[in-house]
Every structure is written in structure tokens, then in C-alpha cells.
């Protein structure tokens, strides 16, 4: 059987993460209900674990390996690949920062 290789998987990860931030910006557009959004979100996390898996049949599967827990952690914690808290993270911090400000002007 062949599998695929790590530059597909890595494209498919970067695919599956723009549109778990396009999922998470949609609500704030008005374009879906938060009540869908929630669900879908879920399920693109399961299928991001489900790519990491491949990848370790691959020649740098070390990397896949770590890259399958940190998938596992952030669908436990966050329901959210870790590319995509690269968005999400400094995001909640600008609103955090800007919420704890507001009272000053």
C-alpha cells in the first residue's frame, strides 16, 4: 500500500486549519450560526488527527508523532488544530488586553 507523503499531508493541514479560521471568523461575518459552527469545528479537528496518521508511516514520522499529540491536546483543550491557534491565540489576547483597557478610555 502506498501512502502518501509528507508534502501532501502538510498541505492538507494547512487547508484544513485556513478553514478552521475562516469556520471561527464566520459567526463574528454573520455567514453561519454559532450553533453550527461548534459541530463542524469538531469535525475537521477529527479529521486533522486522522491526517496526522499517515504521516507516521513516513520517513519523518518524529515529527508526525509530535505533531499527532499536539493534535490530540488542542481537540481536547481547544477543538483547534495547532497552525490554527496560531491564530486563535493572538487573537483572544488582543480582545483580552482590549476588554481589560477599555474602562481606561
Known amino acids: 500500500m502506498r501512502y502518501p507523503t ?3 499531508l502538510i498541505a492538507v493541514v494547512v487547508l ?3 478553514l478552521l479560521v475562516l469556520l471561527m471568523e464566520a459567526p ?3 455567514a453561519f450560526s454559532p450553533l453550527w459552527i461548534r459541530p463542524i469545528i469538531r469535525v475537521i479537528c477529527a ?3 486522522l491526517v496526522a496518521l499517515p504521516g507516521l508511516m513516513t520517513p519523518k514520522h518524529v515529527g508526525w508523532l509530535n505533531y499527532l499529540l499536539l493534535s490530540i491536546t488542542a481537540y481536547v ?3 483547534t488544530t495547532p497552525i490554527a491557534a496560531l491564530w486563535v491565540i493572538p487573537r483572544t489576547m488582543f480582545f ?3 476588554y481589560a483597557f ?3 478610555w
Open 6 to 8: 509528507s508534502n501532501v
Open 102 to 104: 477599555s474602562s481606561l
Open 77 to 79: 483543550v481547544a477543538s
Open 16 to 18: 484544513l486549519s485556513l
Open 96 to 98: 483580552a488586553v482590549r
Open 28 to 30: 463574528g461575518l454573520g
Open 47 to 49: 479529521a486533522n488527527l
